[in-house]
């Protein structure tokens, strides 16, 4: 089987790794891809937000399936130019992709599909930013309604920064992702990130997780894309998991599916475990980026790939999946200047003992440079390790990071022994 990873971060690192541990001969490209994922595939120099290249690209290498990595080909329409062409995809059309693509669409699905979620208010200019501030008693989250690769989420300490926060969006500070704002109610409690595949109204539950997405230790710092991760999340058991799909995720399948608007792919669940029980906080139209790095391991061999194709072409097996018991730590190694101005061009340094059976390396933000590694983006790698236990897998992760070198590297000493964000 030929596949077409799109993507060029660790996320699609992760999923390379996947696809190739699985039986039978499954030959892989990755478009664009990165030093990382060349070493297990040939890498295609066709952007992620290039539509029209990728169904190209397909084409010409005669794919048998395209598993996109990011959410901006989905929303840009990459799996109906794709459905177009006859090419399976292992993603969602760009209706149900606004899910990611859209907060304001999310909340108007969960609304109508009768789900748990926030109270909220859109504001589109200036002038409905205090009435939407006053319908809510205490300091709500201020949202940018599109894509803002995990940095258009913040939490102001009072009225006025939200306020503030407000108009930076609707003046540009986040381009057209902030030209509409979605502001809501704060919920209290402790996030998980679950994982499903799924094929229009079936579901397959992956192994869940926790992200760390605030930059510095103690949940502190600006929200990033995610700093890294645990799987399983300790604060998930069977009784929770359960409840969440009946409550939150199987409602909005059957409302899409009832619209004529289907949902296939993989699909995130961001909760909020509240003490009333849990609550939705966003949908992602793929799988998680650092949890994929932690999650997809812990997956029986050649189960990622069967899933993949099951699920483009319609006929997912529900049948539910024996997880690998031992817990995965990600920790992430940025750029200095992350998560607003990361440098790039540093010599980047791993020592060969880093990588091994239960510990290695996902690259994302690293580029070849005259026969070296250097950093090339915000995020640049992650360490992920396992073990018998959460404390024997995050002690092999940071082991990692210690033979890891470049000028500037950061990243944060608490994932896994922290319940904050």
Known sequence: MRVLVVGGGGREHAVCRALATGPGAIEILVAPGNPGTAALGRNLPVPAGDVDGLVAAAR??????VVPGPELPLTLGLGDALAAAGIPCCGPLAEPARLEGSKAFT??????????TPRFRVVNDHAGIDAALAAFDETPVVKADGLAAGKGVFLPDDTDGCRAAIASLLDGALGEAGRTVVVEERLTGTEASLFYAVDGTRTVLLPHARDHKRLLDGGRGPNTGGMGAISPNPDLDDTVVARVTEVLIAPVLDHLAGLG???????????????AGPRLLEFNVRLGDPEAQGVLPRLPTGAFAALAESIARGRLDTSPIAFDPRPTTTVVMAAHGYPDHPRRGDPITIEPWVDGPDRWVDQAGTRAEDGRLVTAGGRVLAVVARGATPEAAGAAAYEGVSGIRWDGAHHRTDIGTTEGP
């Open 107 to 116: 909340r108007e699905i969960g609304l109508a599909a009768g789900v748990d």
């Open 60 to 65: 010409a290498e005669d794919v048998d399936l």
């Open 261 to 275: 608007r289907p949902y296939r792919g993989f699909l995130y669940a961001g909760v909020m475990l509240t003490a």
